[in-house]
């Protein structure tokens, strides 16, 4: 079992930032990699952001390279937030997978309860 608890959500103007933070607790030596997505009201939940638990590798949409970034340290896996659009407003989830890092939902089997994030324009 894994825990995961998010925060760091709010409400920021547009083009300010944000960092999240999402604590993991639990059977963290079995993980491979912790994932950030996110799920816009009436919107499907879509991937973010991607990283090996014990580093190299990481992944990041295209809709947000170059203004997200994922970072970990110790169990904490962090998204920082720049250049925020209106568009990235949604409540932001974290999530693990055992045995890959990838974009696809269903691989992840343990997820937090969500932060939210607000950008006005």
């Known amino acids: 079992q894994v825990q995961l608890v998010e925060s760091g959500g709010g409400l920021v103007q547009t083009g300010g930032s944000l960092r999240l933070s999402c604590a993991a607790s639990?059977?963290?030596?079995?993980?491979?990699?912790m994932a950030w997505f996110r799920q816009a009201p009436g919107k499907e939940r879509e991937f973010v952001a991607a990283a090996r638990w014990k580093g190299g590798s990481t992944d990041v949409a295209d809709s947000v390279e170059g203004r997200f970034t994922i970072s970990r340290t110790m169990n904490t896996v962090y998204l920082q937030m720049n250049n925020l659009k209106p568009e990235d407003t949604a409540v932001y989830y974290c999530?693990?997978?055992?045995?890959?890092?990838?974009?696809?939902?269903?691989?992840?089997?343990?997820w937090g309860q969500g932060t939210r994030v607000t950008v006005s324009s």
């Open positions: 999530a693990t997978d055992r045995e890959r890092l990838s974009r696809r939902r269903d691989g992840y089997d343990y």
């Open positions: 639990g059977r963290t030596s079995a993980l491979f990699a």
